[in-house]
């Protein structure tokens, strides 16, 4: 893939290296599997990172962040602290 996530922890917001991709979907669950937030985006030729914010309302703890493009699916282990 692509889009890489730049840290594993966050407070409010995900910054994404975006690479070469120009299209994905991102999926964020909580520790039980269920879906708090879905991202399908397609950015503009160039752009090099991206931040995906509103998190603020969720408890702390353990995420799973689905990244996944045309070819590639990655499952991430996320942290939300304070």
Known sequence: ???KLKTR???DTLIFDLGETSLFRATL???EGKVCSTLTTEFAPGLKTFC????NDLPYGEYTLEL???D???????????
């Open 72 to 82: 590639h699916k990655e499952v991430l282990s996320l942290v939300k602290r304070i």
């Open 52 to 55: 995906w914010s509103g998190f």
């Open 9 to 11: 922890s966050f407070i």
């Open 68 to 70: 996944t493009n045309e």
């Open 29 to 31: 669950l909580d520790g």
């Open 1 to 3: 893939m692509k889009a």
